[in-house]
T-cell receptor, first 112, second 115 residues
């Protein structure tokens, strides 16, 4: 596609449930990034993929968070046993070997 | 560790007035610097970027930014603001190439434009 595509655009779930967020990067982009944006705050880096390996996962806040990527294609971010503090917008970005990063519209996650 | 400070949380300007949004960064080497804009419910759109060379960079929508190493600043400017510029603006600094280039963002400046 022309841009970074994320799904779902909105997700409401109950505390304790698992959620999967999907990111489809721009075709040909080898690098993929996940960020979290809490209400009224800037973006926090979560994890970076180069191809299907994750050289930097330093931003994952706990072991409830995990992510994977298939080749240089789709990535999924999984949050297990969701907590209310996980409520945020989760943004995905992709780039070639060099910056800048191009962002999707995000998934707005609400934990009840 | 790298960091970005955007001192102004909210700014209100009249349409047609000039605009300057402040950004200060902390980084150990020559940074990659970016300004992004976010409209409600949307992702981030890149306005402009600085990697090296000319310290005054031009971007889309009539925006420009100036890199001042001595002040560790990368302020965003526009000579005449349009009502459609109302949005949230984020300054970001990137790690050196080879480090994955994850971005560190400021907390954003919310711009309101009065007609």
């Amino acid at each position: 596609g022309a841009g970074v595509s994320q799904s779902p655009s909105n997700k409401v779930t109950e505390k304790g449930k698992d959620v999967e967020l999907r990111c489809d990067p721009i075709s040909g982009h080898t690098a993929l990034y996940w960020y979290r944006q809490r209400l009224g705050q800037g973006l926090e880096f979560l994890i970076y993929f180069q191809g299907n390996s994750a050289p930097d996962k330093s931003g994952l806040p706990s072991d409830r968070f995990s992510a994977e990527r298939t080749g240089e294609s789709v990535s999924t971010l999984t949050i297990q046993r969701t907590q209310q503090e996980d409520s945020a917008v989760y943004l995905c970005a992709s780039s070639t070997d060099r910056p800048p990063q191009h962002f999707g519209d995000g998934t707005r996650l609400s934990i009840l | 560790a790298q960091s970005v400070t955007q001192p102004d949380i909210h700014i209100t300007v009249s349409e047609g007035a000039s605009l300057e949004l402040r950004c200060n960064y902390s980084y150990g080497a020559t940074p990659y610097l970016f300004w992004y804009v976010q409209s409600p419910g949307q992702g981030l759109q890149l306005l402009l970027k600085y990697f090296s060379g000319d310290t005054l960079v031009q971007g889309i929508k009539g925006f420009e930014a100036e890199f001042k190493r001595s002040q560790s600043s990368f302020n965003l400017r526009k000579p005449s603001v349009h009502w459609s510029d109302a949005a949230e603006y984020f300054c970001a600094v990137g790690a050196e190439w080879g480090g994955g280039n994850k971005l560190t963002f400021g907390t954003g400046t919310q711009l309101k434009v009065e007609l």
